[in-house]
């Protein structure tokens, strides 16, 4: 045998080695003891209730898509509605019921037109159809604030952008 071929007939052997040794251990080892029982003191995990949600996963996604369509930055409005679609269906999972009504029957009531249309704009490059169709996706979360008795939770149309640090310009 040459230098080249005894080298890596040696390298070969040492890995299927550690891997017989790896093995070996995983099946000889002792069971794994259970998780020890949380201290009586220990901080509950915070949930996010139905306002977090809205706040933190919907309303800078409702912000970024408005921007971006004023913008005519097609691409990235269309980044931001399938987020905004996607978080949509994530709190209809998380959350299925708020105050005994169906989330997600709400929001498709409220969202999927409008939400097409939003679509249908920018696939057009149409500022005027974007402008139409992203109001009636905010009439539409303001009808849902009213069905669930929250009528002076209000959303409109950003009128400047309360992300510094994004640009919503299109970049060439």
């Known amino acids: 045998m040459n230098d080249r071929t005894t080298s ?5 052997i040492a890995v299927l080695a550690a891997g017989s040794l790896g093995f070996w251990q995983t099946a000889h080892s002792p069971a ?3 998780a020890s029982p949380p201290l009586a003191n220990a901080p509950a995990p915070y949930v ?22 004023r913008a005519e930055n097609w691409a990235l409005a269309n980044y931001a509605l399938s987020e905004l679609r996607q978080v949509f269906e994530r709190i209809g999972k998380a959350v299925p019921k708020f105050r005994g009504m169906p989330v997600p ?4 009531a409220a969202l999927t037109a409008p939400l097409g249309a939003v679509e249908a704009a920018i696939r057009q ?44 310009g299109a970049q060439r």
Not at 51 to 66: C, E, F, S, V, W
Not at 105 to 108: A, K, M, V
């Open 8 to 12: 890596i007939a040696v390298i070969a």
């Open 32 to 34: 794994q003891q259970p």
């Open 48 to 69: 996010m209730g139905m306002g977090d949600l809205m706040n933190t996963l919907i309303q800078p996604r409702h912000a970024k898509l408005g921007l971006a369509g």
């Open 105 to 108: 029957e709400l929001i498709d």
């Open 125 to 168: 490059k149409d500022p005027q159809k974007f402008a139409a169709a992203y109001d009636q996706v905010t009439q539409g979360c303001n009808a849902c604030h009213i069905e669930l008795d929250h009528p002076f939770v209000v959303i409109k149309t950003p009128d400047a952008s309360v992300f510094p640090n994004q640009e919503f």
